[in-house]
């Protein structure tokens, strides 16, 4: 059976594993980096591999004989490392990316180019902002303390995060529209900070954010290496089995 890498960390990553386990035999693997993951459908190993070169290593190790991308879009390294490793062992590659948000009509988005440039452009006055961005890259926020911020992050918040007029709701999606709408109205919130993930699982913010008028502040994607890509799980399918019978194992 050809044997398949995926390197996760969404809800797409994980139902591409479930679908492809009982035709091709599937690894996964995650940074590690949440604390209590959902069971896997397939054997998992998680922690990094020590930049491209660990990888490229663990392609050879593994007698790898195909490399799927679905990490989260704004995951900035591992499509470097991913696109380095394939490269250097001849294992073919393919990108599995939902495309961008577009704004509807009705939308009020700010296209803002990277989270760091986020607080400056929140304003001095103080508002309930949203935070939908994890909690990896919250100290960008420490600049502008006089927001009220709620932060929805899976994990518990960093200890010594140095902001103080904090809400933390600790809780994993997928998000209901009638959540989101409850949630926005429960604190009055001002304004919605979102990655540009394009990611089903978390869109239903932006329809709320759209009914009840609330504007956006949409974080554009990093930059990313050339990566033949899918949008989808049955695309990403298609591409592996039409992989030339060179990239198959022999029987
Ligand atoms: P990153 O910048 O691409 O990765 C940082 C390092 O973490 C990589 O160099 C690699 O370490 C390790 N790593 C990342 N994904 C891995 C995987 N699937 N398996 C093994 N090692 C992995 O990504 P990040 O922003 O730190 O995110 C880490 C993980 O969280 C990713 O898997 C991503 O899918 C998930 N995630 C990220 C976000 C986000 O907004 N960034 C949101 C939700 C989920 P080595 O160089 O040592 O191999």
Same mark, same amino acid.
């Given at each position: 059976?050809?044997?398949?890498?995926?390197?996760?960390?969404?809800?797409?990553?994980?139902?591409?594993?479930?679908?492809?386990? !009982?035709?091709?035999?599937?690894?996964?693997?995650? %940074?590690?980096?949440?604390?209590?993951?959902?069971?896997?459908?397939?054997?998992?190993?998680?922690?990094?591999f020590?930049?491209?070169?660990?990888?490229?290593?663990?392609?050879r190790?593994?007698?790898?004989?195909?490399?799927?991308?679905?990490?989260? !879009?704004?995951?900035?390294?591992?499509?470097?490392?991913?696109?380095?490793?394939?490269?250097?062992?001849?294992? !073919?590659?393919?990108?599995?990316?939902?495309?961008?948000?577009? !704004?509807?009509?009705?939308?009020?988005?700010?296209?803002?180019?990277?989270?760091?440039?986020v #607080?400056?452009?929140?304003? &001095?006055?103080?508002?309930?902002?949203l935070? +939908?961005?994890?909690?990896?890259?919250?100290?960008?926020?420490?600049?502008?303390?006089?927001?009220?911020?709620?932060?929805?992050?899976?994990?518990?918040?960093?200890?010594?995060?140095?902001? &103080?007029?904090? +809400?933390?709701?600790?809780?994993?999606?997928?998000?209901?529209?009638?959540?989101?709408?409850?949630?926005?109205?429960?604190?009055?919130?001002?304004?919605?900070? &979102?990655?540009?993930?394009?990611?089903?699982?978390v869109?239903?913010?932006l329809? %709320?954010?759209?009914?009840?008028?609330i #504007?956006?502040?949409?974080?554009?994607?990093?930059?990313?290496?050339?990566? +033949?890509?899918?949008?989808?799980?049955?695309?990403?399918?298609?591409?592996?089995?039409?992989?030339?019978?060179?990239?198959?194992?022999?029987?």
């Amino acid at each position: 059976m050809m044997r398949v890498l995926i390197l996760g960390g969404t809800a797409q990553a994980r139902l591409l594993a479930q679908q492809l386990a !009982p035709r091709l035999d599937v690894q996964l693997s995650l %940074a590690g980096v949440t604390r209590t993951p959902i069971p896997q459908p397939v054997p998992t190993r998680r922690g990094g591999f020590g930049g491209a070169e660990g990888l490229a290593l663990y392609l050879r190790d593994q007698a790898i004989d195909a490399l799927i991308l679905a990490t989260h !879009p704004f995951a900035a390294r591992m499509p470097f490392n991913a696109a380095q490793a394939a490269a250097d062992t001849g294992v !073919p590659l393919l990108r599995l990316l939902p495309p961008p948000w577009q !704004p509807q009509p009705d939308d009020h988005w700010q296209s803002v180019p990277s989270l760091e440039a986020v #607080p400056a452009l929140l304003g &001095s006055s103080p508002l309930t902002v949203l935070l +939908t961005i994890g909690r990896q890259q919250l100290t960008a926020f420490t600049h502008a303390p006089q927001h009220h911020y709620i932060i929805r992050s899976i994990e518990a918040l960093p200890a010594d995060l140095a902001l &103080s007029h904090v +809400t933390s709701l600790r809780r994993r999606g997928p998000f209901s529209l009638k959540d989101e709408i409850a949630l926005m109205n429960d604190y009055a919130v001002d304004r919605v900070v &979102s990655k540009n993930s394009g990611m089903d699982s978390v869109k239903a913010k932006l329809t %709320a954010a759209r009914e009840l008028g609330i #504007p956006v502040m949409m974080v554009e994607r990093p930059p990313s290496p050339d990566i +033949t890509t899918v949008a989808r799980v049955e695309a990403a399918i298609d591409w592996l089995l039409d992989l030339p019978a060179s990239v198959w194992p022999q029987a």
